[in-house]
């Protein structure tokens, strides 16, 4: 009886958690009436893709998911080099000033994002960057304290013992880096690459901040202008928000064993 | 003879000295060679933009001309401005709505999952998928769930008779509504954080309890709490600390309406900082949720310093 009532709870949780994404996935095949006048959860029939066509072609969402890609892209490779290297650094070199640039470090995790934010919008402004794909990129492309925190705890559990067999052997710093390391920490950086890659994708303020023309428009910003332009036509802008998840759903389903031991691994500290 | 010998071994001695300097210098280079990008990135996005915006907050600049030096003046303002009060008062209201409710819940179902059930793999990675989601396709996908006429929800209610309220567009409904948002995104990934903190308890602790006769209910407050409190302690920190930043669903949803009853701190500094071009007063209110953050943390830090009163080594 108590094993039953713990069943039906999860489903329950478990149908909470999905329901909003085939609800939308759902309508977003109905005919433009039926949105409206059929219940969510009623089958969508006749299935049509009218809806996609529409928002396909009269916005520019191939347009927005290009863009959002190129940015998500050149971030998450920035982040997953540049993290490694400064995370090797830290964690397996010793260098006078390590302590303090770490310390340094982590303690700028506790600042939220929106102090920063003025700031650098300045700053992008002095370089001539507003509007542009390096604007949007720079300040998260060189690893974030995040990412350098999470590939340098997982260099520390790596023996020393292979490193210094390698060493021995006449190799130089970087070969050990990528001949030793990388090869042993391949979950980690899957592991970075893709919570980095679905932060990015996700992002709203920053481009919505440094960047207001069509030419790098992310997807976050362009369905955002969508609802505030359409907010009642659910058939349109609820197209769009399928499309613009989409991506994220095929990376998850990709890598969710990562994601999920990430996960459980950032509290066991 | 023997000059000869103490000669070459001081020279002997000398040049090691030497190479072990030179091989000490070339690591350090080496280690700063590897740390550059981001370190670079590290001070000129991030260490000179926390001391500009403190520099900022005291000046009166509209991104065009000459920045003019107003002192405080910033700050009084904002302290006699009732938005702002209003703002401090909402967020602060969200993290109260979303927070305990989220973490009570995910621990519920982190204490289902980590008994052995069938699926339990497989559920845990449903319970995260709302967790990757883009909050602005969310927040489209739950204003229409909430729509007061087409919307999934006031539908349901009307199948039983209720006549739902008009939820985003009643100032008593719309934060509410923007929370429980947030608790469906976050609970997921929340109840996987308390689980392998669950998990990483010891089993012969809850069999030695058993044998001394101790309820369920007693081995949850004597066992599972005390020992989950580290995890406890760390969802608590880093989704309050989220959770004061609040903006993308806002922005989306309601734009912090109606009549300012979702205007958070976040949105009313996007407001100031770049629609009203108002840099050197945004830069005070962000100074402020700062502030605010930092003052919230540390408290989380000494209660839970009080309280982790354990030891089992």
């Not at chain 1, 481009?207 to 023309?213: E, F, K, Q, S």
């Amino acid at each position: 009886m108590k094993r039953i009532a713990l069943y039906l709870a999860l489903f329950a949780g478990a149908v909470v958690s999905v329901a909003p994404y085939l609800m939308t996935l759902n309508s977003a095949f109905k005919e433009p009436a039926q949105v409206l006048t059929t219940p969510a959860w009623e089958p969508a029939f006749p299935v049509t893709l009218e809806n996609f066509a529409q928002v396909w072609s009269q916005y520019d969402m191939a347009g927005f998911l290009l863009h959002s890609l190129v940015y998500a892209g050149a971030v998450t490779a920035g982040q997953v080099v540049f993290s490694t290297m400064a995370a090797y650094a830290f964690g397996r070199m010793s260098f006078p000033g390590r302590d303090v640039l770490f310390w340094g470090y982590l303690a700028t995790m506790m600042v939220p994002q929106i102090v920063t934010l003025v700031p650098l919008f300045l700053i992008m402004r002095e370089f001539g960057l507003i509007d542009t794909y390096l604007g949007l990129i720079l300040p998260t492309a060189f690893g974030t304290p995040y990412g350098i925190f999470l590939v340098r705890q997982y260099f520390r559990t790596i023996p020393r013992d292979l490193e210094s067999a390698a060493r021995i052997d006449g190799a130089g710093t970087l070969t050990v880096l990528v001949r030793v390391l990388l090869p042993l920490s391949r979950p980690i950086l899957a592991t970075l690459a893709t919570i980095t890659f679905i932060t990015t994708w996700n992002t709203l303020l920053w481009p919505l901040i440094v960047t207001n023309g069509d030419a790098t428009r992310v997807v976050t910003l362009g369905i955002s202008a969508l609802k505030g332009q359409h907010s009642s036509q659910y058939h349109l802008i609820l197209a769009a928000a399928a499309l613009a998840l989409l991506p994220l759903i095929v990376i998850f389903l990709l890598f969710q064993r990562h994601i999920v031991r990430s996960i459980a691994l950032t509290g066991l500290k | 003879m023997i000059d000869n010998i103490t000669y070459d071994r001081s020279v002997q001695g000398h040049r090691r000295v030497e190479r072990r300097l030179a091989a000490r210098v070339r690591a350090v280079a080496e280690a700063y060679a590897l740390l550059a990008p981001s370190l670079v990135g590290f001070l000129l996005f991030l260490v000179a933009p926390i001391f500009g915006v403190a520099a900022l907050s005291l000046f009166d600049w509209n991104l065009m001309g000459a920045p003019s030096f107003v002192g405080l003046d910033n700050y009084r303002e904002l302290a006699a401005d009732p938005e702002v009060w209003r703002a401090v008062l909402n967020t602060i209201y969200y993290v109260v709505l979303n927070i305990p409710a989220q973490t009570v819940l995910a621990l519920l179902l982190a204490l289902a999952l980590n008994r052995r059930i069938r699926g339990g793999k497989v559920l845990r990675v449903v319970f995260v998928l709302p967790w990757m989601a883009m909050p602005v396709a969310l927040g489209i996908i739950w204003s229409w769930v909430f729509d007061p006429r087409y919307g999934v929800v006031n539908q349901a209610l009307g199948m039983v008779g209720i006549d739902g309220p008009n939820w985003l567009t009643d100032p008593a409904w719309a934060m509410p509504v923007i929370a429980s948002v947030n608790v469906w995104q976050y609970t997921g990934y929340t109840m996987l954080i308390l689980l392998a903190g669950l998990q990483a308890i010891p089993h012969t602790l809850y069999e030695a309890a058993a044998i001394d006769g101790t309820t369920p209910m007693q081995r949850f407050f004597m066992i599972t709490l005390p020992l989950l409190r580290p995890s406890l302690f760390f969802v608590l920190v880093t989704n309050t600390i989220g959770s004061f930043q609040i903006f993308d669903t806002v922005f989306v949803m309601t734009q912090g309406g109606p009549g300012g009853a979702t205007d958070v701190l976040n949105f009313h500094i996007y407001q100031q900082g770049f629609q009203l071009f108002r840099s050197g007063y945004a830069s005070a209110l962000a100074m402020v949720l700062f502030a605010l953050i930092l003052l919230v943390t540390a408290a989380q830090f000494l209660y839970f310093r009080k309280r982790t009163v354990y030891d089992f080594s």
